[in-house]
Structures are given as structure tokens and as C-alpha cells.
């Protein structure tokens, strides 16, 4: 039994092998060896045995004393997903808020999601590097790079990814960089290779701005094969995804010292003006501060 459990809230996949979800579990090991005193839990959205509720619970039922009224210890959820769409805005702080509701002798907070950091950018440039050696190291001012993400409705969301594409622009050799999307938003990776092609660039490389495998990734090998049979000319290969690259584990350090000293909490944790309000967004002039309404 503990005071604090840390909670990793993942997306799940839906692969039919589960594997996304179990190289999930790998990397929350292998950020278990980092904090061996901390009770490190993991649950997901979506997809997999263990969801948010039941995470919670779980959590919950670690702790010294889940049913006191007063110091009952304290749950720390970090959103292990790379940008705040529906998932980080609405799933998590909806089930932290029930669950509030259910334990009110328990403190709960509401870490930042991974976001557009300098952690992920080293590790999508690890990964490039790699895919790079893999093609015996051709000019990057004539290889192209697709920065393909998942994609969602919300614009915040799919901004950073543009942002992302910049920053590797910024810091690499390479003189396009483009952002593209796998689902609900445009451009698509077939849009982009085809402008890629036409500005010439010798070699193109799917990077994949995803965390772990599933369903999608598995169908992005298929569309790279087949556009390498579209465009037999050039050389498209596909890079790794992040995966349990040191650089995520050192930003999960990040997030749980920023959730525990409270500079980094997300600011609508489940308040009364997220949970009623369709389309309330984080930056709208309210007065509650870092999320918390137990501390």
C-alpha cells in the first residue's frame, strides 16, 4: 500500500494481436526501473482489458486508505498520448471527475499530456537518423520527410503536429518536411509523396509521429509499399515510431515531477465548465488554477 499511485492513461489499440497495448505495458516497465519506490500503474481509453474506470479503481484500491474522508492519499493521472484532442480534453477529465465523485477523501491531479517538447523532437531525429543509415546516409537536401500522425478534428491538435515538422526543419539538413495524417484530417500520405515526388526529392521518408504500434502503423507499411510501387523511381521508406525511446522516458520524468509540484497540471481537470460546456477550451477566461479542486 502507498499514498500516491501513478496512473499512465494510454489510447489502446486495436490491433487484433493487442501489440500496441503490450509494448505499452513494456515501456511502463521500463519506467518502472526508474522509480522503483513509486506504485506505477497503466490503464487505456480504449481497446484494452483495463479502462479508465477500472484504472482508477485500481488505482484507488493501492492506496493507504482509499476510503478516508480526509487524507486518503492521492491518484496522479498522466495522459500518456502526444497532443490534447477529444481524449486528453474530454474522456480523461470526465472519468477523473466521476471519480472524484466517487472517493472525495482522495486527492486527484491531472498531469500535462506529452505535447510538442524537445524530448520528442530527439527522438523523432533518432529515428530519422536511423532511417537515414538504413538508406546509407543519401543528402538530406534531396530526401523528403513525411511527418505522419494520426490526425484528429480538433485544430489545436493537429497544429502541433505542424509545429513538430518545423522544429525538424529547423534542426536537421533536410529542406522539406511536410506534415501529413493517417485519419480525419488532411493532407493524407499519398498527397504528400505525390508533392514530393514532384519537387524532385530522390528519397522519402514516412516518419510516424506515433507512440506505439497498432492497427494504423501496420497500415501505413502497407501504403509505403504500395507507393513504392507507384513511384518506382524514388525511394520511400518508412522510419520507426517512438516506441520506449529514452527520450519519452525522459519526459515521463518530466511530467510526474510537474504533476507532483503542480507546475504542470492541465487546466480543465474535470471542472464544471469543461464537463457542461460543448466546445469549452483551455484557454477561455476562467478562474480555476492548475486543474485542482483538492489540494
Not at 58 to 73: N, T
Not at 86 to 100: L, N, Q, T
Not at 246 to 270: A, F, I
Request: charged share 25%; proline share 5%.
Amino acid at each position: 500500500m502507498t499514498d500516491e499511485v501513478v496512473l499512465l492513461a494510454a489510447h489502446g489499440a486495436r490491433d487484433p494481436g493487442f501489440e500496441g497495448n503490450r509494448e505499452v505495458q513494456h515501456c511502463t516497465a521500463r519506467w518502472r526501473e526508474r522509480h522503483p519506490d513509486t506504485e506505477i500503474q497503466v490503464c487505456w481509453i480504449e481497446h484494452a482489458p483495463v479502462l479508465l474506470e477500472e484504472g482508477l479503481e485500481r488505482a484507488v484500491a493501492s492506496l493507504d486508505a482509499p476510503d478516508a474522508r480526509e487524507g486518503g492519499g492521492r491518484v496522479l493521472v498522466l495522459p500518456l498520448i502526444l497532443n490534447a484532442a477529444s481524449h486528453v480534453k474530454g474522456d480523461i477529465p470526465h472519468a477523473i471527475a466521476a471519480a472524484r465523485e466517487r472517493h472525495p477523501g482522495v486527492e486527484f491531479r491531472y498531469g500535462w499530456h506529452l505535447g510538442t517538447t524537445e524530448q520528442l523532437l530527439k527522438a523523432l531525429r533518432h529515428r530519422l537518423h536511423a532511417a537515414m543509415a538504413a538508406l546509407h546516409m543519401p543528402d538530406p537536401r534531396t530526401t523528403g520527410v513525411v511527418l505522419l500522425a494520426r490526425g484528429a478534428s480538433d485544430r489545436e491538435a493537429t497544429g502541433e503536429v505542424a509545429k513538430m515538422a518545423h522544429w525538424l526543419f529547423e534542426t536537421t539538413q533536410h529542406e522539406l518536411i511536410m506534415p501529413a495524417f493517417t485519419d480525419c484530417c488532411f493532407p493524407r500520405l499519398e498527397q504528400v509523396v505525390q508533392r514530393l515526388d514532384a519537387l524532385a526529392c530522390s528519397q522519402i521518408i514516412v516518419l510516424p509521429y506515433y507512440l506505439f504500434t497498432g492497427r494504423l502503423i501496420k497500415r501505413i507499411r502497407e501504403q509505403v509499399a504500395r507507393l513504392g510501387r507507384q513511384y518506382p523511381t524514388r525511394v520511400i521508406h518508412q522510419a520507426d515510431y517512438i516506441n520506449d525511446h529514452e527520450q519519452l522516458l525522459d519526459l515521463l520524468d518530466l511530467r510526474l515531477q510537474q504533476c507532483r509540484d503542480g507546475s504542470g497540471l492541465q487546466p480543465c481537470d474535470g471542472c464544471a465548465l469543461a464537463l457542461a460546456t460543448e466546445g469549452h477550451t483551455h484557454d477561455e477566461d476562467h478562474h480555476h488554477k492548475g486543474g485542482l479542486n483538492a489540494v
